[in-house]
């Protein structure tokens, strides 16, 4: 599952994150680093207990919580704090895979990592390179959105962020627990609740085949999701 989310910050939510952490101190994005991630990333981050990292990631997270397509794609559980990046003059981050569980320090909150977000803050057209590839079944795919969008995919992907070679990519990027751990399952549910709505809209709410179809997509979420 591969989903782009449009507009989950509009312009003056993009313009209030990057308020927060354009005054920031950035360090070595290694700091967060597994191992085989610390030998293939060369990026600037924004230490985890900065307090504009943690006052702009409680924005995104509360964008995240107002947004349906979002919900319906992730089915959330738990979601790591949202932390931030920086690429420029060549930096780049080659293929891995993330972690499969991510600790933030000094709480020891645990999220099994099964969808990576990321939320563009800069436009495209400010800099060069910094596409974020992304290994698929259905191959390659190349993202690289407009300030204020998102996509979440895999965290199992294996995934890179290409060179940027001129300019400056800022990004947010984080990890979600989904209450459904199987990507087949949790696309099977994404797209029946799609199809739940459109015939909804169709029909209206109270058509006897739409309350079915409901009943499925509720019952088969019951049996599959961790709690």
Do not use: C
Request: hydrophobic share 45%.
């Amino acid at each position: 599952m591969l989903i782009a989310i449009p507009d989950l910050l509009d312009a003056s939510g993009v313009a209030a994150v990057r308020a927060f952490i354009d005054t920031a101190q950035w360090v070595d994005g290694n700091a967060t680093s597994g191992y085989q991630s610390a030998l293939a990333k060369n990026n600037l981050q924004l230490p985890e207990s900065a307090p504009e990292a943690q006052q702009a990631g409680q924005m995104i997270l509360d964008a995240l919580g107002r947004n349906p397509l979002f919900i319906a794609a992730a089915l959330p559980l738990k979601i790591f704090p949202p932390l931030f990046n920086s690429y420029a003059g060549g930096q780049a981050f080659g293929v891995h895979v993330d972690n499969a569980v991510r600790i933030q320090a000094g709480s020891g909150f645990r999220v099994r990592s099964d969808l990576s977000i990321t939320v563009f803050l800069e436009e495209p057209d400010a800099y060069e390179g910094g596409e974020l590839t992304i290994e698929t079944h259905f191959g390659v795919q190349q993202v690289k959105l407009s300030a204020g969008h998102a996509v979440v995919y895999p965290s199992s992907s294996l995934h890179r962020v290409e060179p940027v070679t001129a300019g400056r990519r800022v990004a947010s990027f984080f990890w979600i627990q989904s209450m459904i751990r199987d990507d087949a399952a949790r696309q099977i549910l994404f797209d029946l609740d799609r199809s739940v709505q459109a015939v909804g809209a169709d029909r209206g709410q109270g058509d006897v085949e739409v309350i079915r179809l409901t009943g499925v997509y509720h019952n088969l979420l019951r049996r599959w999701a961790d709690s």
